[in-house]
């Protein structure tokens, strides 16, 4: 196993995962929940976007031949999804536990695309195509990765109770607004993917 070369990979999914700046919408999709239940789903989103990671740099490129799809048009559906999620924190509506209703927050929005998003995806498959036969650095890198986020992710809780439910509207309004932005420069990217290049 090339020591370099997982390194080189844990640093990037580890950026691109982002575990710290997700910890703020991880508390606006999970308001009102207890601790136990935040847990779960934290766990739930890691082991999904574990599943996921691996399997794109197993046979990503594949599996997108095969469904004829660009990473462009990967950017513009995370980009539309994100942007549905900011506007629901701007105007309020996510009061009440995602996970009761029809989706779970474990998956989408937590999972997909904010801890797999397409810039994650692309960079694993990036780095299976460098790297040499066999690819455990690139494995080990993305699993290891994800383990660090997961323990990061499980400090919500304490934050949540540090912050209090004055702070959490203040987030809430907050990172709704900056959600939005990244949604767009997201669907922006897919966009100049698909139609400027």
Request: glycine letters at 8%; a negative charge; one cysteine or more.
């Amino acid at each position: 196993m090339d020591a370099s070369i997982l390194i080189k990979t844990f640093i990037a999914v580890f950026v691109l995962a982002d575990a710290v700046g997700n910890i703020p919408v991880l508390l606006v999709l999970t308001k009102g929940m207890e601790p136990e239940r935040r847990n779960k789903v934290i766990d739930k989103a890691i082991v999904v976007a574990i599943v996921v990671l691996l399997l794109f740099a197993c046979a990503g490129q594949l599996i997108l031949s095969y469904l004829d799809v660009s990473m462009g048009s990967l950017r513009v559906a995370g980009g539309l999804l994100l942007l549905l999620i900011s506007l629901q924190m701007l105007q309020g509506e996510l009061d009440t536990p995602v996970i009761d209703q029809e989706r779970d927050v474990a998956i989408t929005p937590l999972a997909l695309p904010l801890l797999a998003g397409p810039g994650t995806l692309t960079t694993v498959m990036l780095l299976m195509s460098e790297s040499p036969n066999p690819h455990i650095g690139v494995l080990v890198g993305i699993v290891a990765a994800m383990l660090v986020s997961w323990l990061i992710l499980r400090q919500a809780n304490f934050i949540d109770r540090w912050i209090g439910a004055e702070g959490e509207v203040i987030i809430t309004q907050l990172l709704g607004f900056l959600l939005a932005a990244l949604a767009v420069e997201i669907g922006s990217r897919g966009i100049r993917e698909l139609f400027l290049s």
